[in-house]
């Protein structure tokens, strides 16, 4: 991988709050390993009208945590630029022009530029637009541009937004962003997958019985009341995250792991999801729902900026089949909410039953537990895997054990944050951990059939109360195939 990248950086949107929490503290780090050093510039943009040195301050407050010494701070901050910004006026972008061509020459950096929209989407074709007509692409040197979610709001207003900006850069200079993919776990999952013949060979619907997928936030929507309830926990976190892992876990082995070939295999996968059409199909196989208050917290209805009648869903489970040789008859049990009882990321392999139980259970009416493997995401990051064994002593009952590799706090400090990762990522050329175009189109794909049911013929919204795991009707989407949540608790491993 290389280190000391010349590039310069433009983000528009920099007095927000994604460049105060994330994107001014991965820079930072980058620059502490070495990996942007003298030959970078950013410039931030934004309507505020901002100094430069107001805006070292806000940078200063943003890394206060990672600050060794402080003239490493000042050096740092040195490379950061402000001028304010009026995205639709094209007059501001030659006075953007005239600060990127001097920032270019003063710090040698090659006509590298990344351009990262940290704003509404809204904005994307018009600052795509401005961009090209006014020279800012540059041509002898690599031109990147980096977009958060939401891609769309549905698979119209998505091809509209990818045509938009495939006017000014093409689809190898759009890296739009998933944070999920830049998590050290979910990047493990490929890992654990194509390195280890034990799961490999048994990755199937020969020896699998379910996977579990949970994303659960203690959360509720906080500030964000506005944009959340146009929005809905369907499209803010099935879309993207939810579908991402999916892939990871349901693709075949790629030809290698280059950025092309890994992003063929998810672009198959999926393809290969079930999409469902009738209402039927998704009353059937999806649950909403949306949080009431409980003795601490407000429900939802009650959420500054949220309508009091409002039928937006803060909670989805549902079961997602994936109809391809390797997959086919193995159910996919997704559920994400705000709200619930933890805050926890993970993902359950459970395995079949072995086919004759020769072995007692300390309870002689069960049978010995199935084998699951866990991929714990967040705040745990590591894996667990469940076997059978014998309990220790005379006779031939059995034990459920745990094995486990959990990051300790130190590995966890030292590992880089998923910003910082794919910020590096798209420093290097590496879209492997961004979504190609064609995987945007195929979520919106399976994501739109199931909102177009839910906002044309509605089925019930069932409530749960804040601080729990979602409503009683999730449980019940499992237990028709004579399945159950796989509730993870710590203290079992210890």
Not at 88 to 93: G, I, L, R, S, W
Not at 94 to 111: A, F, G, I, Q
Not at 172 to 191: F, P, T
Not at 255 to 280: Q, T
Request: charged share 25%; proline share 3%.
């Amino acid at each position: 991988m290389n280190t000391d990248i010349s590039a310069l950086f433009t983000i528009f949107g920099a007095t927000g709050d994604l460049a105060h929490r994330k994107l001014y503290p991965s820079l930072f780090r980058l620059y502490k390993k070495g990996f942007i050093n003298e030959n970078f510039a950013v410039i931030g943009t934004a309507r505020r009208e901002w100094t430069n040195d107001y805006f070292h301050e806000v940078i200063a407050e943003s890394v206060k945590d990672l600050v060794d010494n402080e003239d490493e701070l000042v050096k740092f901050t040195s490379h950061f630029y402000y001028i304010s910004h009026n995205v639709k006026d094209a007059a501001h972008y030659v006075e953007l022009k005239k600060l990127s061509d001097r920032l270019d020459e003063k710090y040698t950096l090659k006509n590298n530029r990344i351009f990262y929209l940290a704003m509404a989407p809204e904005f994307f074709g018009t600052i795509g637009d401005m961009l090209k007509q006014n020279g800012l692409i540059t041509k002898d040197g690599f031109s990147r541009l980096i977009i958060e979610k939401p891609f769309g709001s549905d698979l119209d207003t998505a091809k509209e937004l990818n045509e938009q900006l495939s006017h000014s850069f093409t689809e190898d200079q759009i890296y739009r962003i998933d944070h999920y993919l830049g998590k050290e776990m979910v990047q493990n999952i490929s890992a654990v997958r194509f390195s280890n013949m034990i799961f490999e060979s048994l990755w199937n619907n020969k020896y699998i019985d379910n996977i579990q997928i949970t994303l659960a936030e203690t959360v509720g929507v906080e500030d964000r009341g506005g944009y959340y309830d146009r929005t809905g926990a369907l499209r803010d976190m099935v879309q993207n995250h939810v579908l991402q892992i999916i892939a990871l876990l349901v693709m075949e082995p790629p030809m290698s792991l280059s950025g092309e070939d890994v992003r063929a295999e998810k672009i198959k996968a999926l393809r290969s999801l079930r999409v469902y059409k009738s209402k039927d199909e998704v009353w059937e196989n999806f649950v909403r729902g949306q949080y009431t208050s409980n003795d601490e917290v407000a429900g939802y209805l009650d959420e500054p900026n949220v309508n009091s009648d409002s039928d937006t869903e803060t909670f989805v489970a549902g079961k997602i089949s994936v109809d391809n040789f390797r997959w086919a008859g193995v159910p996919f049990y997704i559920r994400t909410g705000k709200r619930m009882a933890q805050k926890e990321t993970y993902i359950h392999v459970q395995f079949k039953h072995v086919s004759m139980d020769l072995f007692p259970t300390e309870d002689v009416d069960e049978i010995a537990e199935p084998n699951i493997l866990t991929i714990h995401i967040s705040p745990l990051e590591g894996f667990s895997l469940r076997l059978n064994t014998k309990k220790v002593g005379q006779g031939t009952e059995m034990k459920n054990i745990r094995m486990h590799q959990i990051m300790d706090e130190e590995t966890l400090m030292n590992s880089p944050e998923a910003y910082e990762r794919l910020l590096l990522d798209c420093l290097n050329g590496d879209p492997t951990n961004f979504t190609h175009w064609q995987e945007v189109e195929q979520s919106w794909r399976f994501i739109d059939q199931i909102r177009k049911i839910w906002d044309e013929e509605p089925d019930q919204l069932y409530q749960y109360e804040s601080g729990t795991m979602g409503p009683k009707e999730s449980y019940q989407l499992l237990e028709k195939d004579g399945n159950n949540w796989i509730e993870f608790n710590w203290k079992h491993t210890k």
